[in-house]
């Protein structure tokens, strides 16, 4: 259903690259494909993304929010590539592989191939252990963290807190194992892609941190707003810019207007400590960007968000002494095992690239014997596809 | 050096994967044991009596024990998932269940569309789905050491003993035009389901109840509405449908949107032990 929409835009993106030679008007359309979902979320017709199961529309809307800024940006970087193979843009528009959950194909590739099984067993050779990594976080990871998440109902300023750093680990593992999914089976079939997350925890500072997440929109944010605008308002106008364009895209509510502010001040504060390289404090900006910026997204209610933040502000309203939910632990005993390696993985994550920079883009898990280990606990651990992909089907 | 390593590797893990398809077959096969519910329920039986039957709504959120007290003698045979697999659970229920009055609780009732056509593009992934054990190598190994352990355990009415409520309350939404199209294919599926039961069952009356969800105020009445619509095809169809509370939107009833708590449970047992009261049964 999904093809009845995406292909007339497609085509009238590759009409504006034939049609129009002003660069002007092209930047203007690609503009206007960015918005497409913004506006559709702001009038109903799709959901906004909580975190939380994606709310599902209509299949005819399926995947938009992702094709509509993908053709923006083909519109924008490769437009030659639209007029001389129009084909190869529709079909990398509309590879339903990335819609779901990302990352978006930033390129187009014009080389004429046909399936080989030859070729594509010896990819699956060498990337199926970024396979199993992305099943291994979306299926055993990320759903052992729900019973924790029933903390997002308290205003007790602990479980706030706490509840911020579970959300930010159940959408990382979720959302990175998707992309991760996604991402093996674009290369399987020789889609060329970028990996959407490179460590994030490894990260030192907030500019380094969106440096590592969401990278194939992180791309595209930086070629449709930040080159164009940097030179002209400046570097932390337009970051503020980006940021909003990047809240707008999630969901045109209240609670991600605050976060793509607090994300663009905090990403500004940040960039200033790196400049006078004071390491600390930025880690410290870091940890806590990330847990306030985690409990703005999920919030979409502003009302219970505004009472979090008074409870977070005003400091009498600190209670340390009540039961907390997660103190009953609700984690079953294979759930308990799947949290703590979840948090070692966090860990290593977090002290590896300290110890040599060659750890990156998850390789320690991706040789051969860990990769073979975390099969087997897999395979063994497995019963279903058990979670939905919480940053897509819109 | 590195590709061999690299292939020797692989080779393990097609062997590691060959295990767990070999685990999947048999999982897939009659020599499998599928539901661990099933074999605490299977000591159930009802020849006189209400018998209660259908998905989680009725496993979690009804009481035969409170209905049957100083009442006629119910039991609970509520399975989870029975939704997307009646045909299954109908064998369960053939010769446990041979009593004239049978309470049918479905979830399917509150479906915008058939089965199988939820999501269209999850159609195949569903396909998939049912083949995958949705009891892992791990917890049946658990199982053979410490047998029971993982157990949903039931009382002797066939009540869930004790559960957590992990997740989130969210509020339960529909989509109104999806919801009222389906009508007639959903209508026909219950009328289906119904002439089924009577045959497997032999009941003579058979009730359908709809399962209570909670919904935020706003959206309360729309649901309500669209529901009403579904109820009046059922009874034109000559579907006898009960169910005080459709949709409520205290919180305190609930796990999540469409499964209630304990304190629910005792709310939505003794509101369907009013309305049997009120119909005066002869049974």
């Known amino acids: ?394 | 050096m590195g590709i061999d390593k690299i292939k020797y590797f692989n080779k393990i893990k097609w062997l590691i994967l060959g295990v767990w398809l070999v685990y999947a077959i048999i999982f897939n096969t009659k020599f499998a044991v599928h539901l661990p519910i099933q074999i605490t329920k299977n000591n159930l039986k009802i020849k006189k009596g209400i018998a209660i039957i259908g998905g989680s709504n009725v496993q979690m959120g009804l009481s035969a024990e409170l209905i049957s007290t100083n009442f006629y003698e119910s039991l609970n045979f509520g399975i989870s998932s029975e939704k997307g697999t009646f045909s299954e659970y109908i064998k369960y229920l053939k010769g446990k269940v041979t009593t004239d009055f049978v309470v049918y609780s479905p979830a399917y009732i509150w479906s915008e569309a058939p089965i199988g056509q939820d999501d269209s593009y999850r159609n195949s992934f569903l396909k998939l789905s049912n083949f995958i054990p949705h009891i892992s190598i791990l917890s049946q190994i658990r199982e053979v050491i410490s047998p029971s352990s993982s157990l949903i355990k039931f009382n002797s009415f066939g009540d869930q003993e004790g559960y957590d409520c992990p997740s989130l309350l969210f509020s339960f939404k529909i989509n109104q035009q999806k919801f009222t199209n389906s009508n007639k294919v959903i209508v026909e599926e219950i009328t289906g389901r119904v002439e089924k039961l009577k045959k497997i069952t032999g009941a003579n009356k058979i009730l359908i109840r709809i399962p209570p969800v909670y919904s935020e105020e706003d959206e309360k009445m729309f649901i309500i509405k669209s529901m009403e619509l579904r109820i009046k095809a059922l009874k034109s169809a000559g579907i006898i449908v009960v169910g005080e509370t459709i949709v409520s939107s205290d919180k305190s009833l609930f796990c999540d949107n469409f499964h209630p708590n304990e304190k629910g449970r005792e709310f939505f047992s003794m509101e369907l032990k009013k309305i049997l009261q009120k119909m005066k049964l002869s049974i």
């Open chain 1, 1 to 394: 259903m999904y093809l009845i929409l995406s292909i007339p835009l497609s085509l009238f993106a590759i009409f504006i690259s034939r049609k129009i030679n002003n660069d002007i008007i092209i930047s203007i359309v690609s503009y206007l494909f960015f918005f497409i979902s913004p506006i559709l979320t702001y009038f109903g017709v799709i959901g906004v993304l909580t975190g939380f199961d994606s709310i599902y529309s209509s299949s005819l809307y399926f995947g938009i929010s992702f094709y509509s800024v993908n053709i923006g940006y083909q519109l924008l970087k490769n437009s030659e590539i639209l007029k001389s193979n129009p084909l190869k843009f529709i079909i990398t528009v509309i590879n339903p592989l990335y819609l779901f959950t990302g990352p978006f194909p930033n390129q187009i590739s014009t080389k004429s191939k046909f399936f080989n099984l030859k070729i594509f067993l010896k990819r699956l050779e060498i990337i199926n252990s970024e396979l199993i990594l992305g099943v291994f976080f979306t299926f055993i990871l990320a759903p052992s963290f729900n019973p924790l998440l029933k903390l997002k109902e308290s205003t007790e300023i602990v479980d706030i807190f706490l509840f911020g750093v579970i959300f930010e680990f159940y959408v990382y593992f979720n959302f990175a194992g998707f992309s991760m999914i996604a991402w093996s089976f674009m290369r399987l079939f020789g889609i060329s892609v970028k990996r959407n997350f490179n460590q994030p925890f490894s990260a030192t500072s907030i500019v380094d941190y969106w440096q590592r997440w969401h990278i194939s929109l992180s791309t595209i944010l930086k070629e449709l707003f930040f080159k164009k605008l940097k030179p002209k308002i400046g570097i932390y106008n337009s970051v503020f810019i980006v940021f909003l364009s990047s809240a707008l895209w999630h969901g045109v509510t209240i609670n991600f207007l605050i976060w793509g502010f607090i994300h663009s001040f905090f990403w500004c504060i940040s960039y200033y400590f790196l400049k006078r390289n004071f390491k600390v404090l930025n880690y410290f900006l870091l940890l806590f960007g990330v847990i306030v910026g985690r409990i703005i997204f999920s919030e979409i209610d502003t009302e219970i968000l505004f009472n979090k933040f008074k409870v977070l502000l005003n400091i009498s309203q600190w209670n340390f002494n009540y039961a907390s939910e997660i103190a009953t632990n609700p984690l079953g005993n294979s759930q308990t095992l799947n949290v703590l390696i979840a948090i070692l993985l966090i860990f290593l994550e977090i002290i590896l690239p300290k110890l040599s920079k060659s750890y990156k883009y998850y390789n320690y898990l991706r040789t051969p014997l860990v990769s073979s280990l975390i099969f087997l606990f897999l395979c063994f651990s497995f019963s279903g596809f058990n979670t939905n992909p919480i940053y897509g089907n819109r």
